[in-house]
């Protein structure tokens, strides 16, 4: 079996547009029904929501006969975590609260083999290379890995020029919510300095000749964001769709 190639990856290099979701439903049957509605990717949340790498692994399985990009956003830095995520089949991982270029470095190497990283290897062990069935897997993998840091405090706003000096960062992903709570403007993402502060972020990370994303549920926001030079954007989440449908439905057919 060939290697596995990571398309995610390439779009990115190339600036193509690609569209988003999170989903933390931790449901196998809710990502499959997602990972043919047309999004480019889509990122299985394991930081905020009930996942584990065992429902990261049967929501990969579910999505993997589409043709969408699967994402995992683990819930910490920690390189054991990132090494079940990539075993699992993840080849592009968003890591939450990156605040300066040595947590980049060291996460970086967390998903390369060595030298050029510290992840462990048991490629028979590995969906990702098939359990051994994947001609020179861990021969490739390193070229086939993609970290996207999330910015999202305001000391990463602070380290960003480091952060984008780190070769192993693809990509720089900006989270609202968390920015505009390190910027105390707790639950206020559309407060003008946080909007502010996210067009600097993506102008800097676009100047650096980094990709560049964010979080934007709004249209007109993200057309802004990329004429600033944004190329890849979640524009919602599982649950937001399942709710808003939801109510929307229940509110159809009440008396009240
Ligand atoms: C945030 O907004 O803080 C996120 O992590 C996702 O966009
Ligand atoms: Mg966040």
């Known amino acids: 079996m060939d290697m596995p190639r990571n398309s995610f990856k390439r779009r990115l290099a190339t600036r193509q547009w690609q569209v988003g979701l999170f989903v933390g439903m931790a449901n196998a049957c809710g990502m499959e029904i997602l990972a043919g509605a047309g999004f480019d990717w889509l990122v299985i949340d394991a930081e905020h929501s009930p996942n584990n790498p065992a429902s990261v692994l049967a929501q990969l399985q579910a999505a993997a006969p589409y043709p969408v990009q699967m994402l995992v ?79 999202e405090t305001r000391q990463g706003l602070d380290k960003l020029d480091g952060i984008l000096a780190v070769e192993g960062v693809d990509a720089v992903f900006i989270g609202p919510a968390d920015l505009a709570a390190s910027l105390g ?18 102008r800097r990370i676009v100047a650096a000749g980094k990709a560049a994303g964010v979080f934007v549920t709004d249209p007109d926001l993200a057309a802004r964001y990329r004429e600033l030079g944004a190329s890849f954007v979640a524009v919602g989440g599982d649950a937001m769709l399942l709710r808003g449908a939801a109510l929307k439905l229940a509110a159809a057919f009440r008396d009240n």
């Open 73 to 151: 956003r683990p819930m910490s830095h920690d390189p054991a975590l990132i090494k079940q995520y990539l075993d699992a089949g993840a080849q592009t991982l968003l890591l939450p609260m990156v605040d300066d270029a040595a947590q980049a470095i060291a996460l970086a190497r967390a998903m390369r083999y060595p030298p050029e990283g510290i992840r462990g290897v048991a490629a028979s062990m590995a969906r990702a290379a098939h359990w051994n069935g994947v001609t020179g897997y861990v021969k490739q993998a390193n070229s086939e890995v993609c970290l996207v840091v999330q910015v």
């Open 185 to 202: 403007h707790l639950g206020e993402s559309g407060h003008p300095e946080v909007r502010a502060a996210i067009e600097d972020a993506l």
